[in-house]
Each structure stands twice: as C-alpha cells, then as structure tokens.
C-alpha cells in the first residue's frame, strides 16, 4: 500500500508506518497540479494544510482508500465527497489542543491589557497610560461556543483565573468541572467575552 505525505511532520509517523509495511513517499514541493497528476498511484494521503483536497483532486486519486490529516479538522478537504467516494478520514483532533488553549489565553490576556496597540505605541515613543489601563479578567464570565477537545483545553487553561466559565454545545451533557453548560441563549446573555471553538464549516 502506498502513501504519500504532502506535510513535513514527525518521523515517527513515517517509521510506524514503515513498521507496519506501508511504502511512503514524500513531496513537499511540487505544485497542486503536478502532484494531481500522479495521485492516482497512491492508496493513502497524508496532508497538514498545504493545499485543499477537492472534488477534482478526489477523482484523480482513483486508488485512495484514505487521507489522513495531521490536524484537528478537515476542512481543508472536501470531506462529504470523499466519504461518497468510499475514502475514509482520518484526523487528529486532540493533537494541539493544549497549544491552542494557551494561545487563546494569550490572545485573552493580550486584548483586555492592550498589549498590542501599546507595544506600537511605546515603539514610536509614545507613553500614554491612561489609554492602555487595562481590564483584569477576575469576576468576569467567559463563554464559549464549541466545547471539544480545543474548548475543554481553554476551559482547562482559564481554572487559574477567578472567572465563570459557560460552554453551548450542539452535543449535550459535555460541560465538565471547567464549565458549565448552558444554552445558547443564556450564554449570550451572561458572557463578558465569548471564544469559538467550532470546525469552519
């Protein structure tokens, strides 16, 4: 069974693969194009974010029995038409949820002190304090929409701070001892910042 791997990622990818007789073939540069025209040799596909993986590119690959992304979603592939195809899907949604956690409390922090606008500033020479007094996070309620891996992770990462944490899901019975769930309508009632953590599309 050959794969190709279109995204540079970890070896041990590619020699657990190897390890269970699987022919891997690497190209991490050829164009979209050049590499939809030889797709059709390989049984499985493994992509990070290089390109999309449409209808065209699908029906090229008239061998491929699954794609694999190393990623939390697949949006990046025309999903419903690879399952009407017959191709399954693989991803890897836990996989940078701790990373995405942190940055989404990065970017938190970043917006209620300002830290952008008065970094420019300071840059230029510029002291204006008053304008950049910022807000502490305590006693507010975040919500979030979408509580999966990448939602619980915040969720998680927000337990030092003494703040409520809602989550609105379309699954129910997913809130934790990291947040509460509730309804989308109380959730947008209560919620001082409101984070998205929900696939594109």
């Given at each position: 069974?050959k794969?190709?791997?279109?995204?540079t990622?970890?070896?041990?990818?590619?020699?657990?693969?190897?390890?269970?007789?699987?022919?891997?073939?690497?190209?991490?540069?050829?164009s979209?194009?050049?590499?939809?025209?030889?797709?059709?040799?390989?049984?499985?596909?493994?992509?990070?974010?290089?390109?999309?993986?449409?209808?065209?590119?699908?029906?090229?690959?008239?061998?491929?029995?699954?794609?694999g992304?190393?990623?939390?979603?697949l949006?990046?592939?025309?999903?419903?038409?690879?399952?009407?195809?017959?191709?399954?899907?693989?991803?890897?949604p836990?996989?940078?949820?701790?990373?995405?956690?942190?940055?989404?409390?990065?970017?938190?922090?970043?917006?209620?002190?300002?830290?952008?606008?008065?970094?420019?500033?300071?840059r230029?020479?510029?002291?204006?304090?008053?304008?950049?007094?910022?807000?502490e996070?305590?006693?507010?309620?975040?919500?979030?929409?979408?509580?999966?891996?990448?939602?619980?992770?915040?969720?998680?990462?927000?337990?030092?701070?003494?703040?409520?944490?809602?989550c609105?899901?379309?699954?129910?019975?997913?809130?934790?001892?990291?947040?509460?769930?509730?309804t989308?309508?109380?959730?947008?009632?209560?919620?001082?910042?409101?984070?998205?953590?929900?696939?594109k599309?």
């Amino acid at each position: 069974m050959k794969i190709l791997h279109l995204d540079t990622n970890h070896p041990l990818l590619i020699n657990r693969l190897k390890d269970l007789g699987f022919e891997n073939h690497e190209n991490y540069s050829d164009s979209k194009a050049v590499i939809q025209k030889n797709i059709h040799d390989f049984d499985g596909l493994i992509i990070r974010s290089r390109f999309n993986i449409d209808a065209e590119f699908i029906n090229a690959a008239k061998k491929l029995k699954f794609i694999g992304r190393v990623g939390a979603g697949l949006e990046n592939i025309d999903s419903a038409f690879a399952q009407q195809k017959g191709i399954t899907l693989i991803a890897a949604p836990e996989g940078n949820r701790n990373a995405v956690g942190e940055h989404s409390l990065a970017l938190l922090l970043s917006l209620f002190n300002k830290l952008n606008k008065a970094d420019q500033e300071v840059r230029q020479g510029k002291w204006l304090r008053e304008d950049n007094r910022g807000q502490e996070l305590d006693g507010k309620t975040v919500g979030l929409i979408g509580y999966g891996n990448m939602g619980k992770a915040f969720a998680k990462k927000l337990n030092g701070f003494e703040v409520q944490v809602l989550c609105y899901d379309i699954k129910p019975d997913v809130g934790d001892d990291n947040a509460r769930q509730v309804t989308l309508e109380e959730l947008q009632q209560k919620a001082d910042v409101l984070s998205l953590h929900t696939p594109k599309r």
